[in-house]
């Protein structure tokens, strides 16, 4: 399950995860971001992963799909989670989205605001 964030505007893309995300919802959601990647060319993401969220493999592989297919698209990155291995997997992907010019960052749920200013900027 997952929400559109109301301050998502621009090239700002807010979401956040509450429960398991199914492939019916990643196409949702990919179709979203090639929409305003249509309309602004580069776009940010924030996530906000919930303790119960989860994504199903066929969702996980569309995703990672379509990532790889759309880097060059890609500005900023937030991962917004209390999950201490979750902060970890981000810190070590954010070296390998560093090189194709993505910037990707992790914030604890309690720096949400600091995480919206980061993306917006």
């Given at each position: 399950m997952y929400e559109i964030l109301p301050?998502?505007?621009?090239?700002?893309l807010g979401v956040e995860i509450t429960g398991k995300i199914g492939i019916d919802q990643e196409k949702e959601l990919i179709a979203k971001a090639e929409e305003l990647i249509e309309d602004h060319g580069?776009?940010?993401v924030l996530v906000v992963i919930g303790a119960h969220a989860g994504v199903s493999?066929?969702?996980?592989a569309a995703d990672i799909k379509w990532v790889l297919a759309n880097m060059q698209h890609m500005n900023k990155v937030a991962i917004v989670t209390d999950s201490k291995l979750l902060a970890a997997?981000?810190?070590v992907d954010a070296t390998?989205?560093?090189m194709v010019g993505i910037q990707e960052k992790h914030f604890?749920?309690?720096?949400?605001?600091i995480a919206w200013h980061w993306v917006e900027s």
């Open positions: 301050r998502s505007q621009g090239p700002v580069k776009i940010s493999l066929e969702a996980a997997l981000v810190a390998f989205a560093k604890d749920k309690d720096e949400i605001d």
